[in-house]
Antibody, heavy 116, light 106 residues
Framework: QVQLQESGPGLVKPSETLSLTCTVSGDSISTYYWNWIRQPPGKGLEWIGYIYYSGSTKYNPSLESRVTISVDMSKNQFSLKLTSVTAADTAVYYC??????????WGQGTLVTVSS | DIQMTQSPSTLSASVGDRVTITCRASQSISSWLAWYQQKPGKAPKLLMYKASSLKSGVPSRFSGSGSGTEFTLTISSLQPDDFGTYYCQQYHSYSTFGQGTKVEIK
């Protein structure tokens, strides 16, 4: 059974870079697409982007200028970097697996708050 | 960008009721649509994919239909465990979620 676990700072200052890592167990990262999705408190879901193990990526056009998703196959991990954050980036961030942007397995999510 | 619009935003129904949630896409997405159920404080769970394919292990009271721009998720007989928020997601071009439909049990 595949499991995904997000890790990273829970508090980030405005204008700084949000960095999260997702550790995958029970599956090789050299298959499927590895996604990041976020959900502001009390609001709906927003797809951030995905990476394929080959390194090819696709990002939400509304975030593309600030987002980088990378993969570390040696550690079976993938990561998210979001630059120049503001309070609007406060959300629960989920890492997830899918055959595309459609998700079949989700991490439990981690709350990241942007505040000084 | 493809916009996804769900209706209703909230619905309240009784156990045993037939419930239908609609999702409309701003342009054709063929059948590249998924449905998820999310309970408070938890990650969403996949129910349906490719508009009408039921994920293994999901109760058969859930069904999906549609193609192009109009889709529905139907719960044939609402059960107490079906409360939560339901989201549609298009994955035809990038990906977009609907705004969610909160299902409450009367």
């Amino acid at each position: 059974q595949v499991q995904l676990q997000e890790s990273g700072p829970g508090l980030v200052k405005p204008s700084e870079t949000l960095s999260l890592t997702c550790t995958v167990s029970g599956d090789s990262i050299s298959t499927y697409y590895w996604n990041w999705i976020r959900q502001p408190p009390g609001k709906g879901l927003e797809w951030i982007g995905y990476i394929y193990y080959s390194g090819s990526t696709k990002y939400n056009p509304s975030l593309e200028s600030r987002v980088t998703i990378s993969v570390d196959m040696s550690k079976n991990q993938f990561s998210l970097k979001l630059t120049s954050v503001t309070a609007a980036d406060t959300a629960v961030y989920y890492c997830a697996r899918g055959p595309s942007a459609r998700i079949d397995y989700w991490g439990q999510g981690t709350l990241v708050t942007v505040s000084s | 960008d493809i916009q996804m619009t769900q209706s209703p935003s909230t619905l309240s129904a009784s156990v045993g009721d037939r419930v239908t949630i609609t999702c409309r896409a701003s342009q054709s997405i063929s059948s590249w649509l998924a449905w998820y159920q999310q309970k408070p404080g938890k990650a969403p769970k996949l129910l349906m994919y490719k508009a009408s394919s039921l994920k293994s292990g999901v109760p058969s009271r859930f069904s999906g239909s549609g193609s192009g721009t109009e889709f529905t998720l139907t719960i044939s007989s609402l059960q107490p465990d079906d409360f939560g928020t339901y989201y549609c997601q298009q994955y035809h071009s990038y990906s977009t979620f609907g705004q969610g439909t909160k299902v409450e049990i009367k």
